[in-house]
C-alpha cells in the first residue's frame, strides 16, 4: 500500500537553530515528490518538486534532498516567520494520484 | 508562480441548503483539478479528481450525489454541497494541475472555510 510518513509531528526551534523535517514513503512508480508549506486557514504553498533520488533544491533557508525512500526538508538558520506546518506528497505514475503526508507543524521562538 | 482561486473564502449557510464552491486556475488551464477536505489539525484528505468534459472521480467514502463536482472549462471547477449537514462543516480546499513537458505539479486554491448551522 502506498504511504507517506512525515516526522516529527511537531518541531520546536529558536531562531538561528537548523534542523530538518523528514518525509518517507513507500510508493509504487515515484513520478515527484512535492514539498508545500501551509500557513492556518490558508491552502498549501507549493515549494519544491522533486523527480529523482539525489536530486536537491534550494530556496532561500530551505534545501530540499531526495534519496529513495525519503526526503529531507533542511531548515538553515530558521526565522519565525518560517514557522507553519510543512507538507510532503508524492505522486505516482497514475499522476491523478497525491498522496499527503500528515504534515510537521514548525514553530520558530525568537 | 501559477495562482488558483477559490470563491467565497468563508460561507455559513442553514443545515438543508446547498453550497457552491467556485475553484479557478487564473494563469494557466487545467485539465485536472483536485478537491480536498481538511479537518482542523489534520493533512488533506482527496475528495475527488475533476476532469474537464467529463465525470469526475470519487475516493473511496466520498458520496459523489452528495459533494457534486463539475468541471465545465479549463480553468473552472465547483464542488456543490448538497443538502449540507453541521458534519459538513470543514476546510475546502482545491488545487489545479499544472502539466509541464516532463512533469505535473499542483498549485492549491486558498481554501474555503463552509459552516453549516
Known amino acids: 500500500e502506498d504511504q507517506v510518513t512525515q516526522s516529527p509531528e511537531a518541531l520546536r526551534l529558536q531562531e538561528g537553530e537548523s534542523s530538518s523535517l523528514n518525509c518517507s514513503y513507500t510508493?509504487?512508480?515515484?513520478?515527484?515528490l512535492f514539498w508545500y508549506r501551509q500557513d492556518p486557514g490558508k491552502g498549501p504553498e507549493f515549494l519544491f518538486t522533486?523527480?529523482?533520488a539525489g536530486e536537491e533544491k534550494e530556496k532561500e533557508r530551505l534545501k530540499a534532498t531526495l534519496t529513495k525512500k525519503e526526503s529531507f526538508l533542511h531548515i538553515t538558520a530558521p526565522k519565525p516567520e518560517d514557522s507553519a506546518t510543512y507538507l510532503c506528497?508524492?505522486?505516482?505514475?497514475?499522476?491523478?494520484?497525491?498522496?499527503f503526508g500528515s504534515g510537521t507543524k514548525l514553530n520558530v521562538k525568537p | 508562480g501559477a495562482v488558483v482561486s477559490q470563491h467565497p473564502s468563508r460561507v455559513i449557510c442553514k443545515s438543508g441548503t446547498s453550497v457552491k464552491i467556485e475553484c479557478r486556475s487564473l494563469?494557466?488551464?487545467?485539465?485536472?483539478m483536485f478537491w480536498y477536505r481538511q479537518f482542523p489539525k489534520k493533512s488533506l484528505m482527496l475528495m475527488a479528481t475533476?476532469?474537464?468534459?467529463?465525470?469526475?472521480?470519487?475516493e473511496q467514502g466520498v458520496e459523489k450525489d452528495k459533494f457534486l463536482i463539475n468541471h465545465a472549462s479549463l480553468t473552472l471547477s465547483t464542488l456543490t454541497v448538497t443538502s449540507a449537514h453541521p458534519e459538513d462543516s470543514s476546510f475546502y480546499i482545491c488545487?489545479?494541475?499544472?502539466?509541464?513537458?516532463?512533469?505535473?505539479?499542483?498549485?492549491f486554491g486558498p481554501g474555503t472555510r463552509l459552516t453549516v448551522t
Open positions: 488545487s489545479a494541475l499544472l502539466a509541464g513537458l516532463s512533469s505535473y505539479e499542483q498549485y
Open positions: 510508493v509504487s512508480g515515484l513520478r515527484g
Open positions: 522533486l523527480y529523482s
Open positions: 506528497a508524492v505522486q505516482v505514475y497514475n499522476f491523478n494520484k497525491f498522496y
Open positions: 494563469d494557466f488551464q487545467a485539465t485536472t
Open positions: 475533476s476532469n474537464e468534459g467529463s465525470k469526475a472521480t470519487y
